[in-house]
C-alpha cells in the first residue's frame, strides 16, 4: 500500500524533480536515440513528470541566459563611478545565480548518480551477479543494468537487454525494476524482463509481484503467468510451464524454440552473435522450426535448417551468414551434419 500525507507526497516530488534533473542534463550530454526514446517515454507517463520536466528546463535555460547577459555586459565608455559600481554589482549578481543555478543542478544529478552500480555483457556473454542485499541479478547478452540500494529502497534499471532476478526477501525494503515506462515491485520473488522494440516482456517465475506503467493502475501477476507492457497499458498473459521454460532458456545457454519462424528464429540467435544471421529469401522467412540449441553455437541451428528444410546457408566473409530457399536441383545437407540438442 502507498503511504501518504506531505511527507511521502514531498519525497516523491522530490524523486521526480531529481529524475527530471538527471534526464535533462542526459539530454544535453549527446543522447542517443534509445536515450532520448526514453527521455520521452518518462516525460509522457505521468503529469507530474511533464510538470518537473518542464521547471528543470526552465531553471537551465534561465542559468543559460544569465550566464549569456553576465559575459556581454559591458561598462559604457563614460560612466560616473556610482553607476560603474551599480552595473560591477548587477554583473556579480546576475554570475552569482548562474553559478547557484549550475551549482543545484550539479548536486541533483551527483544526488541521483550517487551509489549506482552498472552491469553490462557483451554479445555472446552472460552474467551472474550477487547483489549486496541476496539478490541474484541474471544478465542476457548485450545487456545492461543500474542498480542503487538506499536505507528506504532497492532500485534497478534495465537499460538494454533482458535480466532475470532472484530478490533476496526484504519487506522493509522492496526491490523496484523500472523498464522504461515500468516498474516492476517485488519482496522475495524471481521473475524475467525482457525490453523488445515496442514493448517489456515480464515473465514470473516465482512469487508474485506488481507492475504499473505510466499512470495505469497497478496489477499483480503471480507465478506461472506475465505481462505483456506498454507505456499506458498493461495485459496479462497466462504461461504454461513449456512457455515459460521457453523464455527463460537463454539462463542455461539455450535457445528453445518451438514451431517460431525462421525470421524469429534468426532473430533469437542474433542475439547471441558478432555477425547476423540474414535472411536472402522471402521463401525461407515463414519456413518454421522446433527444437532446442545452444546459444554459443549457431552452427548447430544452421546445420539443422539445412538438414531438415528447404534452406541453404552460405557464409559471408564478415563472419554473417545467409539463409537462401534450397530448391529442388540443390543437393541437401549430407545426413552426417550435427543433429539439435536435446
Known amino acids: 500500500m502507498r503511504a501518504s500525507g506531505p511527507e511521502s507526497d514531498g519525497d516523491s516530488r522530490n524523486a521526480i524533480e531529481a529524475e527530471a534533473a538527471r534526464l535533462l542534463a542526459r539530454l544535453n550530454a549527446d543522447p542517443t536515440p534509445q536515450d532520448e526514446a526514453q527521455i520521452c517515454a518518462w516525460i509522457e507517463s505521468s503529469p507530474a513528470h511533464a510538470i518537473a520536466f518542464a521547471r528543470a528546463e526552465a531553471a537551465w535555460d534561465a542559468a543559460e541566459r544569465l550566464k549569456s547577459a553576465a559575459a556581454d555586459i559591458s561598462l559604457p565608455p563614460i560612466v560616473d563611478e556610482a553607476n560603474q559600481r551599480r552595473l560591477s554589482r548587477n554583473i556579480m549578481v546576475a554570475a552569482a545565480v548562474a553559478v547557484m543555478l549550475f551549482i543545484v543542478a550539479a548536486i ?11 552491469y553490462e555483457t557483451a554479445v555472446g556473454q552472460m552474467r551472474d551477479i550477487a547483489l549486496s542485499d541476496g539478490t541474484i541479478l541474471h544478465l542476457n547478452s548485450d545487456s545492461e543494468a543500474e542498480v542503487r540500494f538506499t536505507e528506504n529502497g532497492r532500485r534497478a534499471r534495465i537499460l538494454k537487454g533482458e535480466a532475470s532476478f532472484d530478490i533476496a526477501h526484504d519487506k522493509t525494503r522492496p526491490f523496484d525494476v ?3 515506462s515500468a516498474v516492476i515491485r517485488a519482496v522475495g520473488t524471481a521473475f524475467n524482463v525482457r525490453l523488445r522494440p515496442s514493448l517489456v516482456e515480464l515473465t514470473v517465475t516465482q512469487g508474485a509481484v506488481t507492475v504499473r506503467s505510466g499512470g495505469s493502475a497497478a496489477q499483480k501477476v503471480a507465478a506461472g503467468n506475465g505481462a505483456v507492457i506498454q507505456p499506458r497499458r498493461i495485459s496479462l498473459t497466462q504461461l504454461g510451464p513449456k512457455l515459460i521454460g521457453q523464455r527463460t532458456a537463454w539462463r542455461e545457454q539455450m535457445v528453445e524454440l518451438d514451431g517460431e519462424t525462421i525470421e524469429q528464429a534468426a532473430g533469437e540467435f542474433n542475439r547471441y552473435r558478432a555477425a547476423p544471421i540474414l535472411i536472402g529469401d522471402q521463401r525461407v522467412s515463414s519456413l518454421r522450426i522446433g527444437g532446442r540449441f545452444r546459444t554459443t553455437d549457431s552452427r548447430e541451428f544452421l546445420s539443422a535448417l539445412q538438414y531438415s528444410l528447404p534452406i541453404r546457408a552460405v557464409d559471408g566473409e ?5 539463409l537462401l530457399y534450397r530448391d529442388e536441383d540443390q543437393p541437401a545437407l549430407s545426413q552426417e551434419a550435427s543433429s539439435p540438442a536435446g
Do not use: K, L, P
Open 108 to 118: 541533483v544529478t551527483v544526488r541521483t548518480f550517487s551509489g549506482v552500480d552498472r
Open 178 to 180: 523500472e523498464a522504461r
Open 318 to 322: 564478415d563472419g554473417s551468414v545467409m
